[in-house]
Nanobody
Framework: QVQLVESGGGLVQAGGSLRLSCAVSGSIFSINDMGWFRQAPGNQRELVATITSIGSTKYADSVKGRFTISRDNAKNTVTLQMNSLKPEDTAVYFC???????????????WGQGTQVTVSS
C-alpha cells in the first residue's frame, strides 16, 4: 500500500510563510514527477508546482517567485515553501506523485489526503 502523507498546513496572515511537506511510504520502485495541487471552495483542483526526478520544476504563474518546490529522493519527500502568502492562496493543498511499484509496471498517480492552508487578510 502506497501512502502520501502531508503536513505543515495551517493559518497564517497575509505576507507570511508556510512550509508543506509530503512523505511517500509503502512498497515502491521509483517516483517520477512529484507535485502540489490546490483546490479552493467552488473551484477546480489546480496545479501549483511540480518537480521531476532530476529536479526540473514548473510553477503556476500565480505562485512564481513566491513558492519553491523541492524534493529529497533518498527520503521520498517533496516540500513546498510558500512565502509572501496572499488570501487567494487559501485552499486545500494536495500532494501528488507518479509512482512505479515495480520495474515491470507503469507509473500510477497517487494523491495525499490534503492539508488546509488559510491566509487571512
Amino acid at each position: 500500500q502506497v501512502q502520501l502523507v502531508e503536513s505543515g498546513g495551517g493559518l497564517v496572515q497575509a505576507g507570511g510563510s508556510l512550509r508543506l511537506s509530503c512523505a511517500v511510504s509503502g512498497s515502491i520502485f521509483s517516483i517520477n514527477d512529484m507535485g502540489w495541487f490546490r483546490q479552493a471552495p467552488g473551484n477546480q483542483r489546480e496545479l501549483v508546482a511540480t518537480i521531476t526526478s532530476i529536479g526540473s520544476t514548473k510553477y503556476a504563474d500565480s505562485v512564481k517567485g513566491r513558492f519553491t518546490i523541492s524534493r529529497d529522493n533518498a527520503k521520498n519527500t517533496v516540500t513546498l515553501q510558500m512565502n509572501s502568502l496572499k488570501p487567494e492562496d487559501t485552499a486545500v493543498y494536495f500532494c501528488n506523485a507518479q509512482i512505479k511499484r515495480s520495474r515491470w509496471l507503469g507509473a500510477l498517480e497517487y494523491w495525499g489526503q490534503g492539508t488546509q492552508v488559510t491566509v487571512s487578510s
